[in-house]
């Protein structure tokens, strides 16, 4: 990839797409704040939206359609400005 590649941070984003986990709640996902795309569609989660969902500054995607959430959503989910799809 040439000499300048290592100034190309960017180039790895990561994602998490239709992970079946067997778990009813969505604290795994509280620290990975550099997400791009986070599909967990039909996964039978029963939780709140975390709070800190606008520290996700570069989420592009996020579909958590299909669950049973509960509360409302957070003010923060709001200044996310890179998200396209909800």
Same mark, same amino acid.
């Given at each position: ?7 190309? =941070? *960017? !180039?790895? *984003? =990561? $994602? ?6 067997? +778990?009813? +709640? /969505? *604290?795994?996902? $509280?620290?990975?704040?550099?997400? #791009? #795309?986070?599909?967990? $569609?039909?996964? @039978? !989660?029963?939780? !709140? !939206? =975390?709070? @800190?969902?606008?520290?996700? %500054?570069? /989420? %592009? %995607? ?6 049973? /959430? +509960?509360? %409302?959503? =957070? ?8 998200? *396209?799809?909800?």
């Amino acid at each position: 990839m040439g000499e300048n590649s290592t100034n190309c =941070p *960017a !180039i790895f *984003a =990561p $994602r998490i797409s239709e992970l079946s986990n067997g +778990s009813s +709640s /969505l *604290a795994f996902i $509280r620290d990975m704040k550099n997400l #791009t #795309t986070l599909v967990l $569609r039909n996964n @039978n !989660i029963s939780d !709140i !939206i =975390p709070s @800190n969902i606008g520290e996700y %500054q570069i /989420l %592009q %995607q996020l579909d958590l359609s299909f669950n049973s /959430l +509960s509360g %409302q959503l =957070p003010k923060s989910l709001f200044n996310l400005s890179t998200l *396209a799809y909800l």
